[in-house]
């Protein structure tokens, strides 16, 4: 009954199709969602559907130059624990003019707006750390323009910077340095600098390419001098979109209020968002029925980089989601459940990319870089491993490792490794549980070991299956 009320055709078709298949079914039986999505799939349903989500993707590509226009960075903070990211973030808000002018109270929906007094504007995530990043690119979002690195004057590079900065490279997000708690009597700034360079952050005053700007977050030094650079980074990134698109964006956080309903916060990346528009996010839809900003003003409409509260959702969406505005409640409805068909269906069928499979990515031309993420139990292995497959890397395909560190594997890794494809190696060391959790949730393909030798064999055993000529 669920089917034909999705596919808009009498139960009693449904069931003759059933029949085709050798199935016998009554209206209020269950079926496999595999064999659904075939049903779906048989009497053109999908086919449609993706016509009209094609036709969504063309309209947004037919991007007119004229129309796009310079748009605010969206900013993550990162940084080792304790460096200063939660009080960095508290003294970049205080420089808000909007805020001090109207006497407005900030509201936690997940990302913030910092506004300069000659108007041009910074959006922050509000959760500092690479995790909230790392997690909504693990479902595909997009959503970082630049990276602050926060470290310690008086503390200088720690495990967490090393894998901050390891998280920023794997998706290619632009690092700016703030080194911080330069008022604290044991700061020393050029050790930061120097430790930074080891790692291929060369500061531009020693004539490399990246920002570094001495803060405190406790004294509020320097801190337009962090924002004034943050925004020439942006000028040179060149960021654009075009405000008079339909909107798009994406769920930044989500969750369920006794009074409103589902709320959720959309960071707004394309087009204008209004009230009143018809939307698909994710599996589910809706309609703006109010918006709320950073400051908890009503907006009637809220341009590219603006994080907004949206009340209307049917459902609740997932962070990560992509929200996209479409013409008409029927079209939201039939997309949003056209996809919760395919995703029931894909989450029973597919897994994230494993060993024994990259052989056919490769020759299917999806990589042509085995991507790795190494943990073990003492710094000399690490290095060991690093040593021996940085050797056996062939002509049509890298073997990069993205992040190795000491320790065991924990969620982070897992995250990581699902956001960018990679395997996660384990050398005389395992997951910790949450990890173990998120390895099966998200189907990341985890390898222990406990000799160096069987883990360079399996990687190379890969790539030679790569190599072998088709017969
Ligand atoms: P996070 O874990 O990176 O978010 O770090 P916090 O922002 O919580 O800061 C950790 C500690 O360092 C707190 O006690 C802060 O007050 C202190 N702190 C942060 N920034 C500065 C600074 O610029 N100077 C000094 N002296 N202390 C700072």
Redesign the pocket.
Same mark, same amino acid.
Do not use: C
């Given at each position: 009954r669920e089917l034909s009320e999705i596919l808009k055709v009498p139960p009693n078709q449904i069931m003759a199709e059933l029949l085709k298949k050798g199935i016998l079914a009554t209206i209020n039986q269950t079926i496999p969602s595999d064999v659904a999505l075939s049903i779906a799939e048989d009497m053109g349903f999908l086919a449609e559907i993706k016509k009209i989500e094609e036709k969504i993707e063309e309209e947004e590509e037919r991007e007119e130059e004229k129309n796009l226009q310079p748009r605010p960075p969206v900013v993550v903070v990162m940084?080792? @624990?304790?460096?200063?990211? /939660? /009080?960095?973030l508290d003294a970049v808000r205080k420089t808000n003019v909007a805020e001090r002018e109207k006497g407005g109270i900030t509201q936690q929906i997940g990302a913030s707006v910092v506004e300069l007094a000659d108007g041009r504007r910074i959006t922050f995530l509000d959760t500092?750390g690479h995790e909230a990043f790392t997690s909504l690119r693990a479902r595909g979002a997009q959503v970082t323009d630049i990276a602050v690195l @926060?470290v310690?004057a008086d503390d200088g590079v720690m495990p967490q910077t090393v894998e901050a900065i390891n998280h920023a490279r794997a998706f290619n997000v632009p690092i700016l340095v703030a080194v911080?708690?330069?008022?604290?009597p044991g700061a020393d700034p050029q050790k930061v600098r120097r430790e930074l360079s080891e790692l291929g952050l060369i500061p531009e005053e020693w004539g490399g390419d990246t920002i570094f700007v001495d @803060?405190?977050?406790? /004294?509020g030094k320097n801190i337009d001098q962090l924002l004034e650079y943050i925004l020439l980074l942006a000028e040179m990134l060149e960021l654009k979109a075009d405000p008079t698109k339909k909107a798009k964006g994406t769920i930044i956080e989500s969750r369920l209020d006794k009074q409103k309903g589902v709320v959720a916060t959309v960071l707004v990346q394309e087009g204008t968002l209004k009230v009143g528009d018809v939307f698909v996010a994710g599996i589910t839809y809706g309609k703006v029925r109010a918006m709320m900003d950073d400051k908890g003003r009503r907006l009637k409409s809220a341009g590219p980089s603006t994080p907004v509260e949206v009340l209307g959702f049917e459902d609740l969406p997932m962070a990560g989601d992509t929200l996209k505005v479409v013409d008409d409640e029927r079209t939201a409805r039939h997309i949003a459940e056209a996809r919760k068909l395919q995703k029931e269906h894909l989450e029973k069928v597919s897994k994230g990319l494993a060993l024994e499979e990259v052989f056919r990515k490769i020759q299917e031309g999806e990589i042509r870089e085995l991507r790795l993420i190494v943990k073990t139990d003492t710094v000399g292995s690490l290095e060991a491993i690093k040593k021996s497959l940085s050797e056996i890397s062939t002509q049509e395909v890298a073997v990069k490792i993205i992040h190795g560190d000491v320790g065991g594997i924990t969620e982070n890794d897992i995250m990581l490794a699902k956001a960018s494809g990679a395997i996660v190696i384990g050398f005389n060391t395992r997951p910790d549980v949450k990890a173990k959790e998120a390895a099966e949730r998200e189907k990341v393909d985890v390898r222990l070991y406990g000799i160096i030798y069987e883990v360079v064999d399996d990687v190379k055993k890969a790539l030679k299956g790569m190599l072998k000529p088709v017969e």
């Amino acid at each position: 009954r669920e089917l034909s009320e999705i596919l808009k055709v009498p139960p009693n078709q449904i069931m003759a199709e059933l029949l085709k298949k050798g199935i016998l079914a009554t209206i209020n039986q269950t079926i496999p969602s595999d064999v659904a999505l075939s049903i779906a799939e048989d009497m053109g349903f999908l086919a449609e559907i993706k016509k009209i989500e094609e036709k969504i993707e063309e309209e947004e590509e037919r991007e007119e130059e004229k129309n796009l226009q310079p748009r605010p960075p969206v900013v993550v903070v990162m940084g080792h @624990v304790d460096h200063g990211k /939660t /009080t960095l973030l508290d003294a970049v808000r205080k420089t808000n003019v909007a805020e001090r002018e109207k006497g407005g109270i900030t509201q936690q929906i997940g990302a913030s707006v910092v506004e300069l007094a000659d108007g041009r504007r910074i959006t922050f995530l509000d959760t500092p750390g690479h995790e909230a990043f790392t997690s909504l690119r693990a479902r595909g979002a997009q959503v970082t323009d630049i990276a602050v690195l @926060v470290v310690a004057a008086d503390d200088g590079v720690m495990p967490q910077t090393v894998e901050a900065i390891n998280h920023a490279r794997a998706f290619n997000v632009p690092i700016l340095v703030a080194v911080n708690k330069i008022d604290k009597p044991g700061a020393d700034p050029q050790k930061v600098r120097r430790e930074l360079s080891e790692l291929g952050l060369i500061p531009e005053e020693w004539g490399g390419d990246t920002i570094f700007v001495d @803060v405190s977050a406790k /004294t509020g030094k320097n801190i337009d001098q962090l924002l004034e650079y943050i925004l020439l980074l942006a000028e040179m990134l060149e960021l654009k979109a075009d405000p008079t698109k339909k909107a798009k964006g994406t769920i930044i956080e989500s969750r369920l209020d006794k009074q409103k309903g589902v709320v959720a916060t959309v960071l707004v990346q394309e087009g204008t968002l209004k009230v009143g528009d018809v939307f698909v996010a994710g599996i589910t839809y809706g309609k703006v029925r109010a918006m709320m900003d950073d400051k908890g003003r009503r907006l009637k409409s809220a341009g590219p980089s603006t994080p907004v509260e949206v009340l209307g959702f049917e459902d609740l969406p997932m962070a990560g989601d992509t929200l996209k505005v479409v013409d008409d409640e029927r079209t939201a409805r039939h997309i949003a459940e056209a996809r919760k068909l395919q995703k029931e269906h894909l989450e029973k069928v597919s897994k994230g990319l494993a060993l024994e499979e990259v052989f056919r990515k490769i020759q299917e031309g999806e990589i042509r870089e085995l991507r790795l993420i190494v943990k073990t139990d003492t710094v000399g292995s690490l290095e060991a491993i690093k040593k021996s497959l940085s050797e056996i890397s062939t002509q049509e395909v890298a073997v990069k490792i993205i992040h190795g560190d000491v320790g065991g594997i924990t969620e982070n890794d897992i995250m990581l490794a699902k956001a960018s494809g990679a395997i996660v190696i384990g050398f005389n060391t395992r997951p910790d549980v949450k990890a173990k959790e998120a390895a099966e949730r998200e189907k990341v393909d985890v390898r222990l070991y406990g000799i160096i030798y069987e883990v360079v064999d399996d990687v190379k055993k890969a790539l030679k299956g790569m190599l072998k000529p088709v017969e």
